[in-house]
C-alpha cells in the first residue's frame, strides 16, 4: 500500500517525507525532484521565506542507483533558516528566554483553535507545524508518486483559474497545461498571456495595500483510464480520497470535480456528458468510448471514466496580511494586531505545485490497490494486460 | 475507533450498516433512527421508489435495553422492493434468462467505469451498489454518531442554500436550520418561504421537461468545542475528513468549508474572522474568544475552532433523466438513450440528511480520539474537563 | 483492499459477517460456505450449544447469481437460541428485571476487565460479546477468502497436533491435513488414529472432572507462491499479520510459525532451512529452488518464501468449567465460585477451524494488494504473469 | 492516533522513525533514548557492527524545548558504517560495477523471497532492509512511546528467561526485571547469575562451533490498568496487536502472552487465574479485584485485567552462521555456501530491547485511545479520572 507522511517544523532542522509501498525499479531522478521543489518556490507575489530557501531533497533511504528498492524512501530537506533559529526553537530544554513568541493569534491560522487544543500559552509551536512550509515534504513526496504515474503514462500538471477577481477566460488543453511546468519564469501559472496580467494586477493591489489574495487552482491527472476507485466503499471512492487530499492543504476551503459548482445549478441535460462510440481506436484513449464533453472531471460513481481527471482548489487569501487584523494578547487578552510573521501575498501557483503532489500520491494510491506489483515490471505487466482487457472491451 | 461500513444493493434483500467504536451507555432510540430515515425520503422532487419503501432500522447487535453495550452495531434495513427482484437478483446462481441487464450506460453515473473496471457486459450490478439508496445504510449509522454528539451538546442539521438558478436570499440562523427536522411536512428544507417557492420552481421546470436539477446543501456543527481535529498530519485534518466525507456521497461534485468558494476571488482582509475577546463569558460559547464574522467555517488550520462548523456540499442533477441523453448498447456499441431506472428529478434535500450523517460520522471520530471513554460516564466526565480546561484557558 | 468486520452478540437475534475488497466473477457456493460453519460445530467435548445451532449462511448482499460482483458482502447467521433471548437481551429499554446478569467473573474471560472498561455492573454484555460464539462470522468471512485463494490454486487447512498433554506423534502431510475436511465425523481433527485416541483420552478426563483442556491446531497455506508480505515496514509483514490474526481468536495464547518454540532453544545450524536447486521444475513447485525441511514456517524476513506456511495457534483450556474457579460477586464482593453458562469442554478442532478462516482472510488481504485486480479475469491474470515471472527467475 | 513508521537501509546514510500522535507536553529526554539505543547494542555474543556503531538519536522534530510539541517527530540515527558504502549503495545510478552483490541467499533471512519478490538479480537490496539494523529506529521511537506510558505510571522492561538449551531457573519479580535496565554491563540480561551463566555456555558453544543460537526474551508491562483493548472488534484486541508487533520484529518466530504454552498442554482448573477481593486497597494496585496467579499474562479477552502484561518471544538463532549453510548461486544456480555478511551469534537481550520499543507503542496507541488528550495535562486528568473510576467500582 502507498502511504506518506511528513515531520518538520517551518523552522526546525529540517523537513522530512517518507514515502512507503513503492514498488522497486521505479527511476528517480534527483533534479527532477528539485524542480518540483523549485516549482513550488514560483510565482509571483511570495514572500522573503524564499529568497532564503533554495530546497533540495536528500535522499536518507529507499533509493539505491537511481531507483526504488522497495522499501521505505526517507527524504530531507534542510531548512537553511535554522541557522537562526536554533536557540529560539532547541530541541533540548535551551534557554526559555530565547523562545519567540506568537503572543495573538492570526485570524485564519490554526494559532488559537492550536493553542486550545495543545494548551499552549502562545501560537509558536502550532505556527511551526501548521505553517505551508509543510508541503515542501508533500511536493518531494509527490514527486516519487509522479514519477511511479509516468512509467504508465498517466500524467499529472496544474494551472490557475482564478487569482482575486481576475478569471481564466477560455479552456486550457493538456498540451498547454502541461507545458507550464516547462517555464524557468513562472508569473502566475495561467496558460492564457491576457488572463495572467489581469490575475498580476490583482496581486499587485494586494502588494499595495498590505492585502493578500485568493485563487482557484486546476489539477489534471491525463492518461488515466477508466476503473481506478470504487463506488463500492465510501472511503474507496476516488473523489472522496482526492478530495482529502487536496482539502488538506493550508488555506484550501472548497474542492471541486469537474463543472462541481456550476453544475449545481444547472440542470440534468446541461450537465452530464452524453456517451458515444468511436468508430476506431482514438489516439491517446483506452477504449473507443466518447464523450461530447467532462463536466463529470473524469469520475462518476467515485471511479474514474478514462477522461481527464479535473480537481480544483479554492484557495483562501493568505491568513498573514502586512496590514493584520484585530486578535487579542494571549496573556492579557486585550485587543490587540495579529502577530505577523513573514508571509506570501499570493500563493495560488504554490498551492497548485502541492496539489499536483497530493492528487499524485492519492491518485498513486488507488493504482497500486487496482495493478499490484513490487517491481515496475510486474505493475507495468499488469496494467498493460489491464489496458489490453478494457481495449478488448 | 469509531468506523463504520455499509453493504447492500439496492434492489437486493436488505441494506446493512456497520457502526464500531461506540462507547458503551450512550442511549439509543429507535424512533429517532427511523425519523432520520424518513427525513432521507422527504423532498419535493422525489422519484417512486420513496413510496415503495418505507425505511425502518432494525438493530442486530450493539444496542441492548435501549444503549449501546461497546460492541459493534449492525443495523438492517430492509428492502421491501426485493420481493419483485428475488428471482432478478439471486444470490444463488439462478435463472440467468432473468437477469435484468441494464443494456446501455446512463451518463454521470458509474455504470461505464464500472462495467470497464469489474468487466462486467452491463452496468447492473454497478448500478446496485453505486446507486444513492446506499445512502440509507449511512443515515442510519450517522442517528447512531448523532446520538452521541448529542450527548456532549454538539448537534448537526442541515438545509437547502439552492436549487438550480434559485438560492437562499439570506443567511440562516441555527435555530431556523435546526428546526426544519421538526417539520413533518418537508418541501426543499428551506428556512426562507420565499426562496424556497423559488427553488420549487426550479423543480418543476425539471418536472416538465423531463429533467434534473442539482443544489447546494450545508451542513451545520453546532456547539463544538475549539481542538478538534489538528494541523499535525494531513491526514487527521477535520476539514480533509469532512471533505471526504461528504464528496463520497453520490453525485456530489465540491465541497465547501465556510465561505470556500468566495473566499479564493478575495482579498484577505474582507475574508479573515477577526479575533476578540468578550467580558464575559458567552453563553453557548466555551471560552470568551469572539469572532466578527464565520468566513472559516468554525475550521482553520484543520482544528475546529469554536464556532459553528459549516460545510457545504454541490450536488450535481440526478444523473437519469426522463429524456434520456445519449449513450451506447453495452452489447452492439450502436448509439442509443440511456437506460432509463425510476429515480430522482431532485434530491438535494435527502443528500443533505445523508450529508449530516456523513458529518456527524467523521466529526465523531475525531470527537472520540480527543477525548478517548469507553463509556458514556467516561466520555463526559474527560469531555468536560477539557472545556473547564479552555474556558480556564 | 481485502477488509472484513463482524458484529453480533452471542444471544443476540444474529450474527454478521462483512467482507468487502472482493474482485468480482469469484464463484461463491453457499453450500460449501455452511460447510465451513458446520466444521466449526464439530469436536468431541463441544457444549450443548452446538446441537442448539445449526449454522447457515445467508448472503444478504455482494453476491448474485453465484458470484460476487465487487460490492461489500454482507453475510448474517441466524441465532436459534434467540428466540429465548428476546425479553433477556432486547434492543429497546425492555423490562430490566428480566435482564440475566453474569453476576460473578469467570477467570480467563474478559468479564471482569470488560466490565471494569465499560463501567459494566456485571458481566453480561462482556460475555456476549468476547464469546467464541463470534468465530461463527468469522469462519463465514473466511469461506469467501477461501474461495477467493482457491481460484488461484491457494489452499489453507488445519489439524489438531496437541491436546492436553497427548502429542501428534509424528509429522503430517499435506494431503493427509487437507483430507480431513472432507470428514463427516470429526473426533479431534487428527491425522493420526492412535494420536487422536490419546488426544480423546485427555478430553475424558476433563469431562470426568468438570475441567476443560487445551491444545495446539496447525494451520497450513499450500500453495502459495514466494512474494506474498514484505520486510519493508513492520505492520505489513506477512508474520506479523498472521500472529495478529491468530492471537485474536478467543482463547488462543501463543501463535508459533513453523518450528519457531523449538528453535528459540536451537543452534542455527539445526534450524535454518538450507537452499538447493533442483535440476527441473518441480510439480505443484513455482520454482526450482529447494530447501531440505521447512523450519521457517514457509516465511523468511516476513515475506513467503514458496513453502508451506504453518502456523501454530496454542489455546489455552476453555474458561469456563463446569467445577467453576473462585471469584467474586459484583455487587457484594463476597469470594463466591464463577457464574456458569453452557460452554465446551475441549473446542481445538474448532478453533483450528476458526483461525483457517483468520489466516485465509490475513493471507487474501496481501495476495490482492501484491496483485491487483477488480475481476477475478484480472486477478489470475495478473497471478499467472508473477508466477511466471518466478519460474523464469 | 498514535502511529509510527521507520525507513533506512543497514548501510544506507542513516536511519529514521517518524512518531505521529503524541499529546504535547511530554518530557522527551534525549539522554534516556540514546540509552535505550545502547542498551540495544549491549549482550554477549553480538557481532562486530556493534563497535563500529555508537547510536545516537537525533531529534529532527516535534520535539522543543525539551517536550514533545504534538506535532510528527522524526528521529535520524546516523550510519556511522556509510562512509564505507557511499559508492556501494549510492542514491544516483553511481558505478555498478562497485555493487556489493549478495550472491548466494542465505537460508532463514529474506534474501531468497525478497529477490523473487521484488524481481532483484542479488540479495542486497533485500538484506540492507530486512536486517535487524531497522530494529534501531524502532527502538528510539519506542523510547518516545515509553516516556508517554511512564507519565502515567506504566513502564516497560524486559529480561532473557532462554537462550539455547539453557533456561531461568525462577520465577522472576518485576523490580528484579526492571532493575536490569540500569546495569552498564550487560551479559545476557538475565535476573538470575546461575542461570545466566549457564545462558553464556549456550553462546560459546556458538561461537567456538561458527553456529548461532537462538533464545526467548519476556517483556513485561507494569502498571497498567484493567480495560485497555478490547474484545470487540478483532482487530483492536490488545493480545492480537501485541501479537503483531512483536511477531513483527526479525528473527522472532513465536509469542506467547502468559503462560500460553504450557497452558495449551494442560487443564483448565491449572491454567486459570482465581478471583479475590483484598480487604482493603492495595498498594500499586487500581482495584480490589486480586488474582492468585497471573497465568493469563495480563490479558483476558484481549483486555488489559490489571495485572501485569507478560509477552514473549521467541527468538530463532541467527540466520547467518560463520560456517553457512547450503545454498545456491543467484546467477549460476550453482550449489554454493550462503553469502556470510558480518553478524551476532547471540542476539536474544537486543530483541529484548527492541520488543520493549513495540510492545511500548502498541499499548500506548491503545492508552491514547483510550483516554484521549491532546496534552499530557488532559491525558493525566482523563487517565486519573478512571483509575479513580474503577478504584471506586
Known amino acids: 500500500m502507498l502511504r506518506f507522511s511528513t515531520a518538520g517544523e517551518s523552522h526546525g532542522e529540517s523537513l522530512i517525507a517518507l514515502v512507503s509501498g513503492m514498488p522497486a525499479g521505479v527511476p528517480i531522478d534527483g533534479a527532477r525532484v528539485n524542480r518540483e ?128 477577481g481576475a478569471e481564466l477566460s477560455r479552456p486550457a488543453t493538456w498540451a498547454e497545461i502541461s507545458a507550464l511546468r516547462e517555464k524557468n519564469e513562472v508569473l502566475l501559472n495561467c496558460v492564457d498571456e491576457e488572463s495572467e496580467a489581469r490575475m498580476k494586477a490583482e496581486v499587485d493591489i494586494a502588494l499595495r495595500t498590505g492585502d493578500s489574495v485568493g485563487g482557484i487552482f486546476e489539477v489534471v491527472i491525463h492518461g488515466a483510464p477508466a476503473g481506478v476507485g470504487t463506488c463500492a466503499n465510501w472511503d474507496e471512492r476516488l473523489d472522496g480520497l482526492l478530495a482529502q487530499a487536496v482539502m488538506s492543504l493550508q488555506a484550501v476551503k472548497a474542492v471541486e470535480i469537474g463543472r462541481g459548482v456550476t453544475a449545481a445549478a444547472s440542470m440534468g441535460s446541461t450537465v452530464h456528458d452524453s456517451i458515444g462510440y468511436a468508430d476506431a481506436p482514438q489516439e491517446g484513449a483506452h477504449t473507443r468510448f466518447t464523450r461530447d464533453h467532462n463536466n463529470a472531471g ?94 478488448a472491451y
Open 37 to 164: 521543489l523549485w516549482r513550488r518556490q514560483q510565482g509571483y507575489g511570495r514572500g522573503g521565506r524564499m529568497r532564503i530557501e533554495q530546497d533540495t531533497a536528500q535522499f536518507l533511504s529507499g533509493v539505491r542507483h537511481g531507483k526504488t528498492i522497495g522499501s521505505p524512501i526517507a527524504i530531507e530537506i534542510e531548512n537553511r533558516d535554522w541557522k537562526n533559529w536554533t536557540e529560539i526553537l532547541p530541541v533540548e530544554t535551551g534557554d526559555p528566554a530565547k523562545h519567540k513568541a506568537v503572543a495573538s493569534p492570526r485570524p485564519g491560522h490554526a494559532d488559537l483553535a492550536g493553542a486550545l487544543k495543545w494548551d499552549f500559552p502562545d501560537a509558536r509551536y502550532v505556527l511551526e507545524r501548521a505553517s505551508a512550509r509543510e508541503t515542501t515534504s508533500r511536493v518531494a513526496a509527490g514527486a516519487v508518486a509522479k514519477a511511479l504515474l509516468l512509467e504508465l503514462g498517466i500524467d499529472v500538471a496544474s494551472h490557475i483559474v482564478r487569482v482575486g
Open 298 to 391: 473524469g469520475i462518476e460513481g467515485g471511479i474514474s471514466n478514462g477522461e481527464d481527471i479535473v480537481v480544483r482548489g479554492y484557495l483562501k487569501p493568505i491568513s498573514t496580511l502586512r496590514r493584520p487584523l484585530g486578535s487579542v494578547k494571549f496573556d492579557t487578552r486585550e485587543l490587540t494586531k495579529a502577530a505577523y510573521e513573514r508571509s506570501d501575498v499570493c500563493a495560488v501557483p504554490a498551492a497548485g505545485v502541492a496539489a499536483e503532489a497530493m492528487v499524485a500520491l492519492a491518485f498513486g494510491k488507488l493504482v497500486l490497490e487496482k495493478f499490484g506489483g513490487d517491481s515496475l515490471r510486474e505493475l507495468k505487466r499488469n496494467y498493460d494486460g489491464y489496458v489490453d482487457q478494457i481495449r
